[in-house]
């Protein structure tokens, strides 16, 4: 794997650049600035999509954490009660349908059914699905942790992308008020 460069984070989102000197970005006192405004504001544009992407994945993995947690705790719980012998059978309350509901006694097993999403359901002995929960719960949190620093580097990298159109925009409306309302770009080309 190649290792990041400072012009992107670690996970290869580039860096958007600051402009310190609007003169020379934009060619010169007698420049344009419409072709850097317009490409300040595409970057801006593809920051906002990978936001868009990045906070879609981010909300998915909100939503999957509680559900890896809950899984977990109920196959810890069912490793507790075939470790204690001298427990009662375990009674529960089924959902059916959206309102009809079922009894049911669980039997002590060593052995649970996980989904593994797209309609897979396996069975798994209690310590082996453990494993497998725990180890989904860690690359989840890991997985969101990378998201959230990638939202935050993204943030920053829209603010830096608009103070920079902002920078020479203004850069051009000064520039046009010391020439008394004229585009110095349109000054040098020959009138008809």
């Known amino acids: 794997m190649a290792t990041p460069s400072q012009d992107e984070n670690p996970r290869g989102i580039p860096r958007a650049p600051f402009i310190s000197d609007v003169e020379q970005h934009i060619g010169g006192p007698l420049a344009e600035v419409e072709s850097s405004i317009r490409q300040f504001q595409e970057a801006i544009e593809k920051y906002k999509y990978m936001e868009a992407n990045l906070g879609q994945r981010r909300r998915g993995l909100e939503e999957k954490i509680p559900d890896i947690k809950n899984s977990l705790a109920v196959v810890e719980m069912l490793q507790q009660r075939r470790d204690n012998s001298d427990v009662d ?50 690359g989840a949190r890991a997985n969101l942790a990378g998201l959230i620093s990638d939202l935050e580097f993204l943030r920053e990298q829209i603010t830096v992308m608009e103070v920079n159109t902002a920078r020479v925009y203004n850069y051009d409306v000064r520039r046009r008020r010391e020439n008394g309302g004229v585009n110095p770009s349109q000054e040098t080309k020959p009138k008809t």
């Not at 049911?104 to 494993?131: F, H, I, R």
């Open 89 to 138: 059978p375990l009674k529960t309350t089924f959902e059916l349908n959206d309102t009809l509901w079922a009894d049911a006694t669980v039997d002590d097993g060593d052995e649970v059914y996980l989904w593994l999403g797209a309609n897979v359901m396996l069975s798994y002995p209690l310590d082996e699905a453990q494993k497998l929960l725990s180890t989904k719960l860690t």
